[in-house]
């Protein structure tokens, strides 16, 4: 006789869930996944998705404004003079001149906002269609967990199995809550979607914010900051750290701001924001000194508060945080039997990736496959400014600290003949092995496109290879990615150093 199918039951369709949902269904789970807001999830729909479609359209801003430098003339097309295109924005439209006629680099809002919704509903819509064609039953609904189900045996777990979406009633075996998070507001500043904004609220804006105040300074709100200021619009970032990114790399982050600074942001460190309010047409700040900051829009990236409320979490014996994030461990479990979580939910490491990894080790645990539990101290993260910021490994806090009995060597992108050519001259590489051995354990590649260039120490961290290995890989002259072989060599030990 055939055993039973396992039965899983999903409460939301981000990539901790729809991920997870995948791989259960490939292994002969009966998966239902259940959300409230739209497949892929605030990942696709409103947050990550959405922000990597503008800074898409941010750099290539970026791209064009440093055009001249590389000897292409960028101005405006001969004809009869007028800066402005319909509904667009140019940046440094008025220091623009000598050709007169139309801007040939203008931000047309209302098309940028359009094409990141589009993309957004366009990738929901694939990953719907994904978990269709593995046969996973979607419900669209808000659910909650109901207490112990009745089903039993193999693959059902004598658990809190039954949830409950409107009057409909499911039950599973194994049941894991991937709801997500929602932006954190400041109390008596709510986000009116007009002038205070989330960042969830940005791409139903009529036009560029003129005058933009971005509240807090962590990934966020450096990743914003940097789009529209590239974009055209004057920026102001309200900082209550010493530094912008004040949990990231420390020399990363003072490339960043200086960055910042020089492009024409303000960046207002030691700052906390007090409060925000409408007045006339734009907003107030008011910062807890009693200084003010006024501008068209603020948008506030103050944290994430987990979406865990109303889920019947604690009634079912599941442990959270002060702050309501659910506890797992590294194989996704939360306190209650047969109950798992992933995601932002959980509050470890807020990535796609990481929520994607959390949803589908649950499955493989829940399912009964071997399962690697997490390793968070090799994720791989990168911080969509310009240039970006991507790290890996163990951090140089940690080196730094003693913590990490590590060597270190960091290499300034402006010696890179490539990067020369391109006319890159911020960022670096940084890189770290273990002393003894040259085992990498770590890297932070501050550069254009460091995401894409961080594979190479992510592959090296992963494998436990050596700095001796990096170096004697071929690396194509000239490319950025020699400076990460170029690091490499700096690090390997002296012949006859056989610690
Ligand atoms: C602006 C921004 C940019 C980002 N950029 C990146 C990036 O570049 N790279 C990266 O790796 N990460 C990025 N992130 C983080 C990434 O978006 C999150 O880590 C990821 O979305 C977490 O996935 P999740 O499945 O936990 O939750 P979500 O994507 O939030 O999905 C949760 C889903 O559950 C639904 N839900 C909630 N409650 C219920 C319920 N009771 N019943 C049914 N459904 C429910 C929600 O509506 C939602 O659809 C970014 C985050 C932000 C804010």
């Given at each position: 006789?055939?055993?039973?199918?396992?039965?899983?039951?999903?409460?939301?369709?981000?990539?901790?869930?729809?991920?997870?949902?995948?791989?259960?269904?490939?292994?002969?789970?009966?998966?239902?996944?259940?959300?409230?807001?739209?497949?892929?999830?605030?990942?696709?729909?409103?947050?990550?998705?959405?922000?990597?479609?503008?800074?898409?359209?941010?750099?290539t801003m970026s791209v064009v404004q440093g055009a001249e430098d590389l000897g292409i003339r960028i101005g405006r097309a001969p004809g009869p003079a007028g800066g402005r295109v319909p509904g667009g924005h140019v940046p440094g439209g008025e220091r623009a001149g000598g050709?007169?006629?139309?801007?040939?680099?203008?931000?047309?809002?209302?098309?940028?906002?359009?094409?990141?919704?589009?993309?957004?509903?366009?990738?929901?819509?694939?990953?719907?269609?994904?978990?269709?064609?593995?046969?996973?039953?979607?419900?669209?609904?808000?659910?909650?967990?109901?207490?112990?189900?009745?089903?039993?045996?193999?693959?059902?777990?004598?658990?809190?199995?039954?949830?409950?979406?409107?009057?409909?009633?499911?039950?599973?075996?194994?049941?894991?809550?991937?709801?997500?998070?929602?932006?954190?507001?400041?109390?008596?500043?709510?986000?009116?979607?007009?002038?205070?904004?989330?960042?969830?609220?940005?791409?139903?804006?009529?036009?560029?914010?003129?005058?933009?105040?971005?509240?807090?300074?962590?990934?966020?709100?450096?990743?914003?900051?940097?789009?529209?200021?590239?974009?055209?619009?004057?920026?102001?970032?309200?900082?209550?750290?010493?530094?912008?990114?004040?949990?990231?790399?420390?020399?990363?982050?003072?490339?960043?701001?200086?960055?910042?600074?020089?492009?024409?942001?303000?960046?207002?460190?030691?700052?906390?924001?007090a409060g925000v309010k409408r007045s006339g047409d734009g907003v107030v700040v008011t910062l807890e000194d009693g200084r003010t900051v006024r501008g068209s829009h603020c948008l506030l990236t103050v944290g994430m508060v987990p979406a865990t409320r109303d889920l019947g979490?604690?009634?079912?014996?599941?442990?959270?945080?002060?702050?309501?994030?659910?506890?797992?461990?590294?194989?996704?479990?939360?306190?209650?039997?047969?109950?798992?979580?992933?995601?932002?939910?959980?509050?470890?490491?807020?990535?796609?990736?990481?929520?994607?990894?959390?949803?589908?080790?649950?499955?493989?645990?829940?399912?009964?496959?071997?399962?690697?539990?997490?390793?968070?101290?090799?994720?791989?993260?990168?911080?969509?400014?310009?240039?970006?910021?991507?790290?890996?490994?163990?951090?140089?806090?940690?080196?730094?600290?003693?913590?990490?009995?590590?060597?270190?060597?960091?290499?300034?992108?402006?010696?890179?003949?490539?990067?020369?050519?391109?006319?890159?001259?911020?960022?670096?590489?940084?890189?770290?092995?273990?002393?003894?051995?040259?085992?990498?354990?770590?890297?932070?590649?501050?550069?254009?496109?460091?995401?894409?260039?961080?594979?190479?120490?992510?592959?090296?961290?992963?494998?436990?290879?050596?700095?001796?290995?990096?170096?004697?890989?071929?690396?194509?002259?000239?490319?950025?990615?020699?400076?990460?072989?170029?690091?490499?060599?700096?690090?390997?030990?002296?012949?006859?150093?056989?610690r």
């Open positions: 006789m055939s055993q039973p199918r396992a039965s899983i039951v999903i409460l939301g369709g981000g990539p901790g869930g729809y991920e997870a949902a995948l791989v259960a269904a490939q292994l002969g789970a009966r998966v239902t996944v259940v959300d409230s807001d739209g497949l892929g999830g605030a990942c696709v729909l409103t947050d990550c998705v959405p922000s990597k479609t503008l800074i898409a359209s941010s750099s050709w007169g006629g139309r801007a040939l680099a203008a931000v047309d809002a209302p098309r940028l906002y359009a094409r990141i919704k589009a993309l957004a509903k366009a990738q929901s819509a694939d990953v719907a269609l994904r978990l269709a064609a593995e046969g996973v039953e979607i419900i669209s609904g808000r659910a909650r967990l109901a207490g112990p189900g009745h089903l039993a045996g193999p693959g059902h777990l004598a658990g809190p199995g039954r949830i409950v979406v409107g009057d409909q009633q499911l039950e599973a075996g194994s049941v894991l809550i991937a709801t997500g998070a929602l932006p954190r507001v400041l109390p008596g500043s709510e986000p009116d979607g007009e002038r205070i904004l989330t960042w969830r609220q940005l791409y139903d804006l009529p036009e560029l914010p003129p005058e933009l105040i971005v509240v807090g300074s962590g990934v966020t709100g450096a990743e914003f900051a940097g789009a529209y200021q590239a974009l055209g619009s004057k920026v102001t970032l309200v900082s209550s750290r010493d530094r912008v990114m004040p949990h990231e790399d420390a020399d990363a982050a003072m490339v960043l701001e200086d960055v910042f600074r020089r492009r024409g942001m303000t960046v207002l460190s030691r700052s906390r924001a979490l604690e009634e079912a014996g599941i442990t959270l945080d002060g702050a309501g994030f659910i506890g797992v461990d590294r194989v996704s479990r939360t306190t209650a039997q047969g109950v798992y979580a992933a995601g932002d939910c959980t509050g470890v490491m807020m990535l796609a990736s990481v929520a994607a990894m959390q949803g589908r080790i649950a499955m493989w645990h829940t399912l009964g496959e071997a399962v690697q539990p997490i390793r968070l101290g090799h994720v791989a993260a990168t911080i969509f400014t310009d240039p970006e910021i991507a790290t890996v490994g163990v951090t140089a806090a940690a080196v730094e600290s003693g913590a990490e009995d590590a060597t270190a060597v960091k290499l300034p992108l402006a010696t890179n003949p490539r990067a020369k050519m391109q006319g890159f001259r911020d960022g670096f590489v940084k890189l770290f092995a273990r002393r003894g051995t040259g085992i990498v354990l770590g890297g932070v590649v501050v550069a254009p496109r460091a995401s894409e260039l961080i594979l190479g120490i992510s592959l090296a961290v992963e494998q436990s290879l050596t700095v001796d290995q990096m170096a004697h890989t071929f690396s194509v002259y000239p490319s950025l990615s020699g400076s990460l072989t170029e690091a490499a060599r700096k690090l390997m030990r002296p012949a006859g150093d056989i």
